[in-house]
T-cell receptor, first 112, second 114 residues
Framework: EPEVTQTPSHQVTQMGQEVILRCVPI?????FYWYRQILGQKVEFLVS????????KSEIFDDQFSVERPDGSNFTLKIRSTKLEDSAMYFC??????????FGPGTRLTVT | QKEVEQNSGPLSVPEGAIASLNCTYS??????FFWYRQYSGKSPELIMS????GDKEDGRFTAQLNKASQYVSLLIRDSQPSDSATYLC??????????????FGRGTQLTVWP
């Protein structure tokens, strides 16, 4: 069964450093998303992406964040200058249409 | 702000019992509703989707939707210890959202004891 994959599973970085989180969505899906979950809190939407552009972003997704689909399979989230409060699980999700979203296993980001 | 409220839990049921999980949502325009299961330290896993008023059954799971009351529920029959997880309700807004932003509730933690 096809699934969303994410790398790395765990990333440790120092405050102020740039990180890139990578995702490979399910191959026939057209809509891609990033969510995050701070420990003990709700899953929060960051951004949605369709047809090679951002379709919606939340108030969390400020200028420090960017997304890219550099080729036909990868979907990346870049955080330009990490802060302590960026420490969270980051989930990539994809969907075939504006419906059921399937989540990857997540990347645990720890900012020290 | 679109709100999603779930019964706070934790909910504890014996093996073989029915577990009932509830969710209310604020956005009247929501048309699609999803239930996700999240084991500790893992990602959300889609277990049910429901789009129309009424009941939808899939194996031991039944989702119930009442749009007029802005209420959606999940029943788990014959609960098993492996069902112990946090269950997340996620409506999909119908307006003001272009493509698929899900709003999650805080989740209800379910424990099924043998």
């Amino acid at each position: 069964e096809p699934e969303v994959t994410q790398t790395p599973s765990h990333q440790v970085t120092q405050m102020g450093q740039e990180v890139i989180l990578r995702c490979v969505p399910i191959s026939n899906h057209l809509y891609f998303y990033w969510y995050r979950q701070i420990l003990g809190q709700k899953v929060e939407f960051l951004v949605s992406f369709y047809n090679n552009e951002i379709s919606e972003k939340s108030e969390i997704f400020d200028d420090q964040f960017s997304v890219e689909r550099p080729d036909g399979s990868n979907f990346t989230l870049k955080i330009r200058s990490t802060k302590l409060e960026d420490s969270a699980m980051y989930f990539c999700a994809s969907s075939r249409d504006r419906g059921e979203q399937y989540f990857g296993p997540g990347t645990r980001l720890t900012v020290t | 702000q679109k709100e999603v409220e779930q019964n706070s839990g934790p909910l504890s049921v014996p093996e073989g019992a029915i577990a009932s999980l509830n969710c209310t949502y604020s956005d009247r325009g929501s048309q699609s509703f999803f239930w996700y299961r999240q084991y500790s330290g893992k990602s959300p896993e889609l277990i049910m989707s429901i789009y129309s008023n009424g009941d939808k059954e899939d194996g031991r799971f039944t989702a119930q939707l009442n749009k007029a009351s802005q209420y959606v529920s999940l029943l788990i029959r014959d609960s098993q210890p492996s069902d112990s997880a946090t269950y997340l309700c996620a409506p999909l807004p119908g307006r003001g959202s272009t493509l698929g932003r899900l709003y999650f509730g805080r989740g209800t933690q379910l424990t099924v004891w043998p």
